[in-house]
């Protein structure tokens, strides 16, 4: 099973995007940005004041208590798509003949651990290698 984009949302606006919508991510290790918050945040770094802004307060300083709380599903969704990527890397590295003891080891638990954590939830009952 390949990793895919479809159906991910920008970890860093809440917007979904990917192939099949008009709006392009990118990214790495669960995390995705879309070019909207790519053109953001290259402005404030490339912006001396802005960049200065951004140093002195939090984004969620500046928010609203209705912003803060309608915030709370996108940071969630996100959460969630980066803990649903790990399992997708691990079925990937399941589907490459990595041993459970591997993937426990590189986790820092143990082979059991490991295959509780991401074998139940992936449907690969295998709890050998
Ligand atoms: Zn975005």
Redesign the pocket.
Known sequence: MAIKREGRL?S????SGGPGTDVDLVGGLGAQ??T??IDEFHAIVHDEERTSSVRRTMPWDRMSTTELVATLPQILASAEQNVAFAQEWVDMLRERNISWAEIGRVLGVSRQAAWERFAKKSGDKSATA
């Open positions: 920008c860093f606006c809440g917007t940005i879309c909207s918050c």
